[in-house]
């Protein structure tokens, strides 16, 4: 959420669903971990558009510690199956400790190590009906051309982080993660494939349906 939002505000929207044991406990992990999951109000997002796509293919590029993945899962059809990507072995075996304590069957996950710009080339077109990205932050604009490939006509793209904690509106703030940010927001608003919407939640969601 935008830095100027007061702090009770923030606390409002981020509260609004409560996390439940399995969430908390994934949640944990991965800040023991060093990968910051994404919040509640941004997973109870995700949950929504899983829901609302009654999505059966679904793509993470960045397992974490399996936070977003119970958001989705949760939100996908009965039979849905999401293939979630990462570079970091300890990051999949803490998601397979949260997929195991929410019951997933074994065959609704499919867990990928390996570097996402190796992988997503291999995924089927127009095959997905939701891309989710929380990754390596430079490599947004990358998994952006990707992610459009994968999409079905209708199917949603999301980002995470896309507010950068308030520096992607510093001109004098230059890193190039910023840019990375500033440039995939850039991409996503001027592709006439998509529709986009981006939502002051968290640390920023943009979302883009592929027309």
Known sequence: ??????????????DYLAEDETLSAARARGRALGCVPIGAAGGAALQFLATALRAKAVVEVGTGAGVSGLYLLRGMAGDGVLTSIDVEPEHQTAAKQAFAAEGVAPGRTRLIMGRALDVLPRLTDSGYDLIFVDAAKTEYPSYYEQGVRLLRPGGVLAFDNVLWK????????????TNAMREVARLVKEDDRLVPVLLPIGDGLLVAAKA
């Open 1 to 14: 959420m935008t830095p100027e939002w007061p702090a009770g505000l923030r606390a409002y929207v981020e």
């Open 166 to 177: 308030g520096r992607v509106a510093d001109p004098e703030d230059r890193e190039p993660d």
